[in-house]
């Protein structure tokens, strides 16, 4: 509708063919296959954001300062040991056990700011991303080129509602294994006998419905009737005016 809407606005306005064919022959090229990916690439020079890899360096950084304190804690507690004879200190069993429960208090405390750092940091950077990924939708919307691909990846499950379905199930994955397995991981010291634990089993995707598609693809269906609209109106107040 929206092509043959503005195929009918050129054909009005200009008398000569060939020069109407080049000029709708430009307009679809910069429909397709330019506007659409110069909304996005307007979108990175308006709203930059971290890299992941920036955001997984800084994660790495302060892990590695904490087990950092966290050894040295440890290490503390170990100097308090006497020596023996021979001037050696010595860690049996029921030592190791000791330094193990006076460890707990502060694997808690630094596994706790490491995660709010973590949560932070995650938050900070997804928000960036959902807001440079929204100002390149908006400004791709330009051509209605971009709408009709929307609302075919959504028909299709292929679009942005379905990777937030999965992204969104894989958040929830992390925090059940995070609870289950990786709180229980301490990176600082490797005495510990390593125990056969069980690994949590990722839930199903959620299925989205037609319903839910439809809702999520209302904007960009209504920019396209606007456009067939507005264009075919245009055409047809030009033409009632043509002496023919």
């Known amino acids: 509708m929206f092509f043959f809407a503005i195929g009918t606005v050129i054909s009005t ?4 063919s060939k020069t109407a064919l080049i000029i ?3 307009v679809w090229v910069f429909a397709v296959l330019i506007t659409p990916r110069v909304g996005f690439l307007a979108a990175k020079l308006i709203a930059p954001t971290r890299t992941s890899q920036s955001v997984y360096m800084e994660k790495s950084s302060m892990r590695g300062d904490f087990n950092a304190a966290l050894k040295e804690e ?23 056990k000791k330094i193990t429960e006076r460890m707990k208090p502060f694997e808690a405390e630094y596994r706790s700011k490491f995660q709010n750092y973590a949560n932070k940091l995650d938050r900070d ?8 990924e929204q100002l390149g939708q908006m400004l791709s919307r330009i051509t209605p080129t971009s709408s009709l691909i929307y609302i075919t990846t959504n028909l299709t499950q292929t679009g942005k509602g379905k990777r937030s379905t999965y ?3 894989g958040d929830r994955y ?3 294994l995070y609870t289950d397995l990786f709180s229980k991981i301490i990176d600082y010291t490797d005495s510990r006998q390593s125990r056969p634990v069980k690994i949590t089993q990722p839930p199903s995707l959620e299925t ?3 319903g839910e598609t439809l809702r999520q693809s209302m904007v960009d ?8 609209v507005v264009l075919t109106t245009v055409a047809f107040l030009k033409f009632f005016r043509s002496d023919i």
């Open 221 to 228: 269906v209504l920019l396209l009737c606007f456009f067939a």
């Open 167 to 169: 992204f969104q199930t």
């Open 208 to 210: 989205i419905t037609l």
């Open 24 to 26: 709708a022959f430009t």
């Open 125 to 132: 950077y997804k928000r960036e991303t959902e807001r440079q």
């Open 13 to 16: 306005y200009l008398d000569n």
């Open 174 to 176: 992390y925090e059940m």
């Open 74 to 96: 440890q290490n503390k507690m170990i100097m308090e040991i006497p020596p023996n004879e021979k001037g050696h200190i010595h860690i049996s069993g029921e030592m190791s």
